[in-house]
C-alpha cells in the first residue's frame, strides 16, 4: 500500500485570502508570510506561518469568529481544529484544515513587534528566517526588513 503525500498549500491563495480579510480589519496595521513558504523552501508537510501587526492583538484572541470571516480557499476545507499558543511578545493560533490536514499558524503582535531601535531578538530571528510583506500600509514591515537585511 502506498502513502500519498499532501500537496503544498496554495501559498499565493492563502496569503491572498487574508489579506483581503485584513482590508476589512481597521486595527490591522501589517501582515507579512514568515518562515518556510516565505523563502521557497516549504514542503508539503510545512505549516504556513503568518504575522499579522495589529493594535488590538488580545481581541482576536478572545473573539475566535475571525477564523470563519477570512475566504480560505476551498480545497482547504473548512477549519476543523485550533490551537492557541503563547510566544512572549506575540501570540499565535494554529488551525488545521478538514480537506488535507493544512496547518497555517496566524501569530498577533502590537505594532511595537517591528521596531527596529532597538531590534528585538526574538523579531530578528523571526524576519531573517524569511520574511514576505503582504500588507503593510504604514510600512512599518519595509522598514524592519531593511533593518534586519542591514544587521
Known amino acids: 500500500m502506498s502513502v500519498s503525500r499532501r500537496k503544498q498549500m496554495d501559498a499565493p491563495a492563502v496569503c491572498q485570502a487574508l489579506v483581503s480579510w485584513a482590508l476589512t480589519q ?3 496595521q501589517g501582515v507579512a508570510l514568515v518562515g518556510s513558504y516565505a523563502r521557497g523552501a ?8 503568518i504575522m499579522i501587526l ?33 510566544h512572549g511578545a506575540v501570540w499565535s493560533r494554529r488551525v488545521w ?15 511595537s513587534w517591528a521596531d ?11 524576519v531573517s528566517d524569511g520574511c514576505r510583506i503582504l500588507y503593510d500600509p ?3 514591515l519595509e522598514k524592519l526588513l531593511r533593518a534586519v537585511r542591514q544587521s
Open 26 to 28: 481597521p486595527t490591522v
Open 97 to 111: 484544515f478538514a480537506a488535507k490536514g493544512d496547518e497555517v499558524e496566524l501569530s498577533f503582535g502590537l505594532p
Open 42 to 49: 516549504a514542503r508539503a508537510e510545512s505549516d504556513m506561518d
Open 116 to 126: 527596529t531601535t532597538p531590534l528585538d531578538g526574538g523579531t530578528y530571528r523571526v
Open 138 to 140: 504604514a510600512a512599518l
Open 54 to 86: 495589529t493594535t488590538a492583538p488580545e481581541g482576536y484572541r478572545e473573539n475566535g469568529a475571525w477564523v470563519q470571516d477570512v475566504a480560505w480557499p476551498a480545497e482547504m476545507g473548512l477549519p476543523q481544529q485550533i490551537q492557541d499558543e503563547d
